[in-house]
């Protein structure tokens, strides 16, 4: 996940910049190429049966992040905008985020492939975003009238404009999703720790939290976040770890879930998703459907 705001001390900046680089967490998870065919986490999450409740076309994500790769913004629903230049990222963690939501033609298989996805592009390779960027990015998402919203980064410090925006965000039904951090601490960084922000920590192949995830017992979910594989700038299939990998994936599983009940006439609020998500016992993705049923 990416850490953010200009107010960090000298230290911290170092650090979210080593971060950004992929020299913090990724010393002990390396970003490697990978061959395997089908990633784990699509058989952990049983991806392909529940694509036959839903593949979350009816909703609108917003991605708010580094942008995606120019050969991505091809792909079928995409819009992608900026703060501050052309929306094309050049760090690659937007574009691992977007394959893993919608996927990569027919390499990796997307969680939400038939979502609308808003690429905000918001974050480059200083990882320095004044909180004012912030609370204009997801106002974006607000006017582009997305449903879910995705945050794969976070700050030690709290921001009252950012908490405003994302209030009224939440007011107006739309879902937040945000990384709890990837730093290994009992704090969970902000916004995941923003009042009805679902928070999202990661996990391993074998179900167990990841020793990197923040605050893991007090997130709202924990989701598949170590080793998992995505598409990078190149094109290139790549794996990856971090709370972040998790925000994206639980993001598109939201996805299906709101577009499921939006095509049964019973939509959920807020409230009664994140309750929802909190009683998911781990490997048994298809009960929340079935309870819904």
Partial sequence: MYALFQSFSRLSK???LLFILGLVVPLVYPEVKVKEKQPWHIEFLNVEELHRYSKGSSQKIGLIDS????FQTNSK?????ASFDNGIDDIGHG?????LIKGQRNEILGIAPESELISIKLIESDGEIAPSMMAEAIQKAIDLKCTIINLSLGSYESNKLVSQTIDKALDLGIT???SSGDYGTDEMMFPARHEGVISVGALDKNGDVTSFTNAPIRTTINFPGEEIMGVGLDGEKIMTSGTSQATAL?????ALIKDFQKHNKNELNNDELRKLLSEIEEKDYLSAFSELN
Wanted: zero cysteines; charged letters at 5%.
């Fill in 14 to 16: 170092l650090l979210i």
């Fill in 67 to 70: 942008g995606i790769s120019k």
């Fill in 77 to 81: 629903n995409i819009q992608y905008i």
């Fill in 95 to 99: 574009s691992i985020m977007f394959s």
């Fill in 176 to 178: 937040v999703v945000a």
């Fill in 250 to 254: 639980l993001t598109g599983y939201i």
